[in-house]
């Protein structure tokens, strides 16, 4: 199976996951150890990376760190936001590729650069502009990477805000219990709006399972009888905001009121999945990232099955027939990383016997004590070992060695699966 830029796309976003992870006493300690990861990665090929934090009384950008292989500049150096125009373009295009013109900087052998902005966007006497801004110079700067800016961009920006709860609540035990009541209510209405676990849609077997990792979180699953088309056709979706806990559960409740009101007004898929990713781009400023896999099971007589997928784990396909499994991957990008994208229509036909598994990558992603992933592989061994089975005794298996397989892990993400069979009554 051949890689293309979204799925780069995708496992950049979780290699900053995991960049981001760790335990800082401060934003600017955090930015330094993601701009230092960053320009250790051999394949972004960057020379090296800066930070610059607002003074918004003088109206300057000050340096704060510096790393990589470059002649380096003088400490507390300032730059005049009035000097820099570009700088309030950040707050419009979050990510600007441009030749150095400050005249130290190019003395110091800085020519060329990409800059984004993270954090609050704070408002100067020159206009408004990020609070932070991190640069990165190299010789030359691949466009696979000014593009996985918006991705880092992003995902640090959360992470501020994230961080910044964390250090207020550290100090503050009555907010983090009010926080704790706030979160048992919003699971109790996330498993609300869940559907039942068990589906029967004609001859197929149904069942879905969803179980957050923090009482609530960013993954959601749902059935949707399709009745503004005439032949009966039930659509699945299964989706993952990038966002942890509540922030998720609020993205994901979003999402499943966006796609049941968008199948209501739209009849072609790929339509709907385009005004999908507009919307959430232009609401979530912060954690715009939704993976989402939609597929409509058809009563037509070669039981045909349409599907989009934008960036999520590619669900598995059992072929009774063959006893071969294949994978349906990406047919988009991730919702919400740029404004425009666009999203191919794909489909499968489901014979009677055929097995198709949709999960989240709490399932493929799950890692064990050695840090070793879960994986595909594993998966495609479940669902082997278990073709007989009905799908809820599919799903339960394959949750049950997940739980085995990561049982002494410290790392737990949102676990959901669907799996529909088609009987062979």
């Excluded at 960053?38 to 930070?51: A, L, P, S």
């Excluded at 715009?288 to 396909?317: D, Q």
């Excluded at 298996?397 to 062979?424: G, N, P």
Aim: negative net charge; hydrophobic residues 35%; glycine residues 6%.
């Amino acid at each position: 199976m051949g890689r293309k830029n979204y799925i780069d796309q995708r496992d950049t976003y979780k290699l900053l996951e995991k960049l981001i992870s760790g335990n800082y006493d401060s934003i600017i300690d955090m930015l330094k150890s993601i701009v230092k990861d960053i320009v250790d990665i051999e394949q972004f090929d960057i020379n090296g990376g800066r930070i610059w934090e607002l003074d918004s009384k003088k109206s300057v950008y000050r340096l704060r760190y510096q790393y990589g292989k470059f002649n380096k500049i003088p400490k507390e150096y300032e730059i005049k936001i009035e000097d820099q125009p570009v700088l309030k373009e950040l707050t419009e295009k979050r990510v600007v590729l441009r030749d150095e013109t400050d005249i130290v900087l190019k003395e110091l052998g800085i020519k060329l650069y990409s800059v984004i902005g993270v954090g609050d966007i704070i408002k100067v006497k020159n206009g408004r502009v990020y609070e932070y801004a991190i640069g990165f110079n190299a010789p030359e700067i691949h466009q696979t990477f000014f593009e996985l800016l918006n991705i880092i961009a992003g995902v640090t920006t959360k992470e501020i805000k994230n961080l910044r709860t964390k250090l207020l609540l550290q100090d503050t035990i009555d907010s983090t219990k009010r926080i704790h009541r706030d979160l048992a209510k919003a699971s109790e209405i996330q498993r609300q709006l869940l559907p039942n676990h068990t589906m029967e849609f004609y001859d197929y077997d149904i069942f879905g399972n969803c179980q957050p990792s923090e009482g609530v979180g960013g993954d959601y699953f749902d059935f949707i009888v399709r009745e503004d088309i005439e032949d009966d056709t039930l659509g699945i979706v299964i989706s993952d905001a990038a966002s942890k806990g509540l922030p998720a559960a609020i993205q994901s409740l979003f999402v499943s009121g966006a796609v049941r009101m968008g199948l209501s007004y739209a009849t072609r898929i790929s339509d709907i999945f385009n005004k999908f990713n507009t919307l959430i781009f232009d609401t979530f400023v912060y954690e715009r990232f939704v993976t989402l896999f939609y597929c409509e099971l058809t009563m037509s007589e070669n039981r045909l099955v349409l599907y989009v997928n934008a960036g999520h784990p590619g669900p598995m396909h059992y072929k009774a027939k063959t006893g071969k499994i294949n994978q349906l991957n990406p047919t988009g990008g991730i919702l919400g990383i740029m404004r425009h994208q666009k999203f191919g229509l794909e489909n499968i036909n489901m014979d009677k016997g055929d097995i198709l598994v949709l999960y989240t990558d709490g399932i493929s992603e799950a890692m064990n004590e050695n840090n070793e992933l879960f994986g595909e592989d594993r998966i495609i061994e479940v669902i082997k070992n278990n073709i007989d089975k009905t799908s809820k005794e599919i799903n339960l298996s394959l949750l049950e060695a997940v739980e085995k397989f990561s049982a002494k892990s410290i790392y737990t993400d949102d676990r959901t699966i669907v799996v529909v069979k088609r009987m062979e009554k």
